[in-house]
Antibody, heavy 116, light 107 residues
Framework: EVQLVESGGGSVQPGGSLRLSCAASGLTLSNYPMSWVRQAPGKGLEWVSA????????YYADSVKGRFTISRDSPKNTLYLQMNSLRADDTAVYYC?????????WGRGTLVTVSS | DIQMTQSPSTLSASVGDRVTITCRAS??????LAWYQQKPGKAPKLLIY???DLESGVPSRFSGSGSGTEFTLTISSLQPDDFATYYC?????????FGQGTKLEIK
């Protein structure tokens, strides 16, 4: 059974940093592209970032470009999202998902709250 | 970036009804479109991919159609478990974008 478990969320002040983790079981992350998707409270889904498996290329939404970094630790089978210079509008539940274009496996999400 | 527009934003229907949700892309995305169902406090669930392919385990009352810029999700006979929010998502190229969502409510 495939499981994706996000962690690392929490409360942080504007300008601060957090690193989210997505630990996988039943799935070898290095074999698949992976994405992060977020959802602000009461709002819709927003794609945030993706990591390609073919060439390790990374992709970002304009709203996070230059502030967020996606990466992967293959031995730990874990995906990361390093988030710097956080703003209030980054407040959201962050999900990791297997990205076959369509996202077929999702984690339960981790809540990030950016507030002073 | 290519924008995705869903309609309606809210839909009220009854158990047994046939409902259709529309998603329009601001330019052609061929058939690179997925549909998701999301319930409060839960992660989205993939229903349809490549515009019309049913994800394994998804009931056959869900179907998708369309290509290019106009797509539809149809639920042939609403069941109580289907009341949720539905999103379309294009994945022809990065950055992916989602529609704003359609909340399906009980009439």
């Amino acid at each position: 059974e495939v499981q994706l478990v996000e962690s690392g969320g929490g409360s942080v002040q504007p300008g601060g940093s957090l690193r989210l983790s997505c630990a996988a079981s039943g799935l070898t992350l290095s074999n698949y592209p992976m994405s992060w998707v977020r959802q602000a409270p009461g709002k819709g889904l927003e794609w945030v970032s993706a990591l390609s498996v073919i060439d390790g290329r990374t992709y970002y939404a304009d709203s996070v470009k230059g502030r967020f970094t996606i990466s992967r630790d293959s031995p730990k089978n874990t995906l990361y999202l390093q988030m710097n210079s956080l703003r209030a509008d980054d407040t959201a539940v962050y999900y990791c998902a297997r990205d076959l274009g369509r996202a077929d496996y999702w984690g339960r999400g981790t809540l990030v709250t950016v507030s002073s | 970036d290519i924008q995705m527009t869903q309609s309606p934003s809210t839909l009220s229907a009854s158990v047994g009804d046939r409902v259709t949700i529309t998603c329009r892309a601001s330019q052609s995305i061929s058939s690179w479109l997925a549909w998701y169902q999301q319930k409060p406090g839960k992660a989205p669930k993939l229903l349809i991919y490549k515009a019309s392919d049913l994800e394994s385990g998804v009931p056959s009352r869900f179907s998708g159609s369309g290509s290019g810029t106009e797509f539809t999700l149809t639920i042939s006979s609403l069941q109580p478990d289907d009341f949720a929010t539905y999103y379309c998502q294009r994945y022809n190229s990065y950055p992916y974008t989602f529609g704003q969502g359609t909340k399906l409510e009980i009439k």
